[in-house]
């Protein structure tokens, strides 16, 4: 029988593979997640398989012995297409940490566009995987910057590291919203955590020429935003989908999206309309229609700050959501929400169902009182910490 160290070889020989069905093209970052073994990063955690969904009742937990991991958990580790929750205390069913899919791990090293020799600051150490891998791909570990705000995540991460030979990173325990200033400038700046802002401190300490991968909220998701300084000012683009735990810190308990998809009775469920069902139509575990639901629920989050859902508002006290090709209502206002929800629909239908490469923004800072924002065509106004997302939808 294979020895452990072969068996995860294996997997993480399959996972590459399954990378590149997925989409992942750039063999160096391939490369650097060949080099790297996932498996190091991690000593216990828990895991639900992609098309179950996660509840705390259904999720598996694994954890190491001293002959390493089970194949079921290795097989976990090296799944491309869900993470890995790390840190999920007692009696609580929301995680504080964890390690992200491969496929979002492989999707937002490109998005940096790294090179050799760049200086990089991570926000969100974790286990430290993903500074790992960066430091392969910088060339070296004394040119990338990680923080984060549990200790106890930062001194597992830096022995981690220093095993893994990258003792000359730097990792720091604090709020990742300050950044790390006495190691500015940094030439690369990512968010691996969901984030309410972008924070005045990562544009500070970044160079000129810089650029700034956020996973920015709307709504239930977290679709990761490039941010680069230009000629008019602090710009944005969307470049990926994907939805992360909440950042912890100063920005913790600001909340911009007040959805709340609490169930108060039973829903009542009428059919959605043929065009709205049709656009939403598809195989929940394809990629295609994943897609096209995470771009709808973007464009819900932007026209309604009670979006709670990917596919539904809430309010607290009545719900509204789609379901397959079923509307479901509750609550005193389930009626109303359920209006509101179909005729975002239908302009999102009526503007070609735009995905993510369709809006272009900017960031200024907060001051004044912020434009209309529900035109279905745009363009629109967020108010968010320290900065106004200016949103308009390009032809």
């Excluded at 972008?198 to 909220?217: F, K, N, R, T, Y």
């Excluded at 709504?219 to 944005?236: N, T």
């Excluded at 998809?261 to 469920?269: C, G, L, R, S």
């Excluded at 508002?313 to 179909?342: N, T, V």
């Amino acid at each position: 029988m294979p020895d452990f160290e072969e068996r995860a070889l294996a997997q993480r020989e399959q996972m590459l593979e399954s990378l590149r069905r997925l989409g992942a093209t750039d063999e160096t970052i391939l490369a650097a997640m060949s080099k790297v073994p996932r498996h190091r990063f991690v000593e216990r955690f828990w895991w639900a398989p992609p098309a179950e969904g996660w509840s705390r009742e259904g999720a598996l937990a694994f954890e190491a012995t001293p002959h390493g991991f089970s194949d079921q958990a290795l097989r976990a580790i090296y799944e491309p297409t869900s993470a890995l929750l790390t840190r999920l205390p007692s009696g609580q069913t929301r995680a504080t940490s964890s390690l992200s899919a491969p496929i979002i791990v492989a999707s937002m090293l490109e998005e940096m566009h790294l090179e050799p020799n760049l200086r990089v600051l991570e926000i969100g150490t974790g286990s430290g995987y993903n500074a790992a891998l960066l430091a392969e791909l910088v060339g070296d570990p004394n040119l990338v910057t990680s923080i984060d705000l549990d200790p106890g995540l930062t001194d597992e991460a830096t022995d981690r590291l220093e095993r893994m030979g990258c003792g000359r990173l730097v990792v720091r325990c604090g709020d990742g919203a300050d950044g790390v200033a006495d190691r500015a400038p940094f030439d690369r700046i990512v968010a691996t955590v969901g984030c309410t802002d972008i924070s005045p401190a990562w544009l500070e300490q970044m160079e000129d020429h810089g650029e700034l991968l956020v996973p920015l909220e709307h709504g239930a998701m977290h679709p990761r935003v490039e941010i680069r300084r230009s000629a008019d000012g602090i710009r944005g683009r969307f470049v990926g989908r994907s939805a992360f735990l909440r950042m912890q810190g100063f920005q913790a308990d600001r909340q911009l999206w007040t959805g709340d998809m609490t169930y108060p009775e039973e829903p009542t469920w009428t059919p959605l309309p043929s065009s709205v069902a049709a656009a939403f139509a598809g195989d929940a575990a394809d990629l295609g229609t994943k897609r096209r639901l995470s771009d709808f629920s973007t464009y819900l989050s932007i026209r309604d700050r009670r979006a709670g859902s990917v596919l539904g508002l809430g309010d607290g006290m009545s719900i509204a959501f789609m379901r397959e090709s079923l509307l479901g209502r509750a609550g005193p206002d389930g009626s109303e929400l359920a209006l509101r929800l179909l005729a975002i629909a239908h302009d999102w239908i009526e503007l070609g169902c735009p995905g993510l490469d369709r809006y272009d923004m900017r960031f200024l800072p907060l001051g004044g009182a912020p434009p209309p924002t529900d035109s279905p065509d745009g363009p629109w106004s967020i108010d968010r910490i320290d900065y106004r997302q200016d949103v308009s939808l390009l032809s």
